[in-house]
C-alpha cells in the first residue's frame, strides 16, 4: 500500500465480509515495517478476526476481556515500549474492530504518539504516519482538557517535522496535517512561534510549508494569528512583519504563496467584520494591512513589474477591494507593459471594474491600442472589460460607438474564437440599446 495515497486509506470500507477472506485481504494490505515482519503479528490478527467474528461483543458500553487485557497493557506504564507499540499496530491494522472502543483506546494511543520512544526518532516517521491516520479513520476528538493538550503537542511535533528532504514525502505529512487540523481544529492550539522560525529559514522548502500552515489555519476560520492565544509568546507585530518579507524573497514560488497567504488575511479579516467572532478584525490584524501596503507601495517604486503584477493578483482574487488603494498607480504603469504583464494588469482592472472611478477616462487613451494590438488574451481580456462597462453603464453606449471602427476591423476575422464571440455580444448589446440612434444602428448591421 502507498504511504503516501491518504485518502485512500481513510476511504478504506470495511464490508462484512468472512474471517478468512477479510484476514487474507488485510494481510495482504500490511506493510512491511519491523511489527508487520514479526511472526507474531499475523496469529494474532487471525485471532483478532475470529475473536471479532465469532464472539462480537453486544454491550457497547464494557469491552470484551480480551480487548479489556490489551487496553490494560497499553496503558499501564510499567509496560515495555515495544509491547505497548506492538498493540497499537494491532489497532492499527484493525481498526475496525477497536473502533466501538476507540474512546477508551485513544488516549493511550495519543499518549504513545507523544513517547520518548515514537518521538525520538527523526522525521514524521511511518509508525507516527500510521497512528495520526488511525486518529483521522476514528470519529473520537480529543474533548477534555488533557486530551486538547496532548493533541495539540501533537500538531506541535507534526509541524516540527513536515518538511523532508523528499518533496513527496513533504505532501503527505503536509496532508496529514491539514486533514488533522480540519478534524481537531476546534480542540487544539497550533505553536506559531514553530510557524515563526519557518517563515525566516534559509531553505525556502521551510518557508513554504510555513506559509501554507497560515493558509491551512485560514481555510479552517482560525486566524493567522490569535492576540489571546499567541499574545503570550509571540508579538503580532513581529510576526505578521516576518511573514511579509516572504513578500520579497528571491523564489517566485515563496513570495506568490506569501501573496496568496495575505489575501487570505485580508479576506478572513472583512468576513469577521459581519459575524459575530471572539476576536475582531483590529485585534486579529492589527498592523498587518498596513505593512502589506507598504509591501506593495516598495515593489511600485522599485518597478519589480512581475512579483508586484502576480502579487496583487494573488491578494486581489481573495480581497479585490485591496486594489482600491494602488488603482491609480496601476494605470500609470499600465501604458508600459507588455504580453502577460499587460493581460494581468487588465485583469486586475476587470476584477474589481465597478469600484474605480473615472475608469473610462482611465481607459480612453489607450482603447485603440490595447483593441488593435495583436495579443489574443490582452485582446480578450479588454473586450470582457468594454462589455461588463456596457452592461454596468460606465460607459455610454455612443461613447461605444466611437470604437466600432477598430473593432470591427479588428475583431470580424480574427483568429481567436473567444474575442470573436465577445465582440459579438457587443454588438448585440448596442444594436438592442434603446439609446442607439437609428444611424449608429443601422451601421451595427
Request: aromatic share 8%; hydrophobic share 40%.
Amino acid at each position: 500500500m502507498d504511504k503516501n495515497d491518504i485518502s485512500t486509506v481513510l476511504n478504506k470500507s470495511n464490508p462484512n465480509e468472512t474471517t478468512s477472506t477479510q484476514s487474507e485481504k488485510e494481510e495482504e494490505e500490511l506493510e512491511i515495517d519491523a511489527f508487520n515482519k514479526n511472526p507474531c503479528m499475523p496469529l494474532f490478527l487471525d485471532v483478532l478476526d475470529h475473536l471479532h467474528t465469532h464472539f462480537p461483543s453486544t454491550d457497547h458500553s464494557q469491552m470484551p476481556k480480551w480487548m479489556s487485557e490489551l487496553h490494560s497493557k497499553l496503558t499501564t506504564r510499567g509496560t515495555h515500549p515495544n509491547i505497548q507499540m506492538f498493540i497499537a499496530k494491532l489497532i492499527i491494522n484493525r481498526p475496525h474492530v477497536f473502533e466501538v472502543y476507540s474512546e477508551s483506546f485513544f488516549p493511550g494511543l495519543l499518549e504513545l504518539s507523544l513517547s520518548s520512544h515514537v518521538t525520538a526518532s527523526p522525521g514524521l516517521h511511518y509508525f507516527l504516519r500510521d497512528l495520526c491516520i488511525l486518529f483521522l479513520r476514528w470519529p473520537v476528538l480529543p474533548n477534555t482538557s488533557y486530551l486538547r493538550q496532548l493533541a495539540s503537542s501533537l500538531l506541535d511535533h507534526l509541524l516540527k517535522n513536515l518538511v523532508y528532504s523528499q518533496t513527496v514525502i513533504t505532501r503527505a505529512n503536509m496532508d496529514i496535517f491539514k486533514l488533522i487540523v480540519e478534524r481537531w481544529k476546534d480542540n487544539v492550539v497550533i505553536n506559531k512561534l514553530e510557524v515563526f522560525e519557518m517563515l525566516a529559514k534559509e531553505a525556502k522548502a521551510y518557508r513554504i510549508v510555513g506559509l501554507e500552515v497560515v493558509g491551512i489555519l485560514l481555510s479552517n476560520d482560525l486566524p493567522a494569528y490569535d492576540p489571546e492565544k499567541d499574545g503570550a509568546h509571540l508579538n503580532q507585530f513581529h510576526f505578521f512583519e516576518r511573514l511579509l518579507r516572504n513578500l520579497s524573497f528571491a523564489a517566485r514560488d515563496v513570495y506568490s504563496a506569501a501573496a496568496e497567504v495575505s489575501g487570505l488575511i485580508l479576506k478572513q479579516r472583512n468576513q469577521s467584520r459581519y459575524s459575530k467572532s471572539k476576536l475582531s478584525q483590529s485585534d486579529a490584524t492589527g498592523p498587518f494591512e498596513q505593512l502589506l501596503r507598504d509591501h506593495i507601495n516598495s515593489m511600485f517604486q522599485k518597478l519589480n513589474l512581475d512579483r508586484l503584477l502576480l502579487c496583487l493578483e494573488k491578494i486581489t482574487n481573495a480581497d479585490p477591494s485591496f486594489l482600491d488603494y494602488f488603482h491609480i498607480k496601476l494605470f500609470d504603469i499600465l501604458p508600459t507593459l507588455v504580453g502577460e504583464k499587460k493581460v494581468m494588469a487588465l485583469r486586475l482592472v476587470l476584477l474589481r471594474l465597478e469600484h474605480l472611478p473615472d475608469l473610462y477616462k482611465k481607459l480612453q487613451p489607450l482603447l485603440k491600442i490595447f483593441i488593435t494590438h495583436r495579443h489574443d488574451e490582452a485582446q480578450q481580456t479588454i473586450l470582457k472589460i468594454l462589455l461588463q462597462m456596457l452592461r454596468s453603464g460606465l460607459i455610454h453606449p455612443s461613447q461605444m460607438t466611437l470604437l466600432l471602427n477598430h473593432l470591427t476591423s479588428t475583431f470580424v476575422n480574427h483568429n481567436s474564437d473567444s474575442c470573436r464571440e465577445l465582440f459579438l455580444d457587443i454588438i448585440m448589446w448596442l444594436y438592442e440599446c434603446e439609446e442607439i440612434d437609428k444611424e449608429s444602428r443601422d451601421a451595427l448591421r
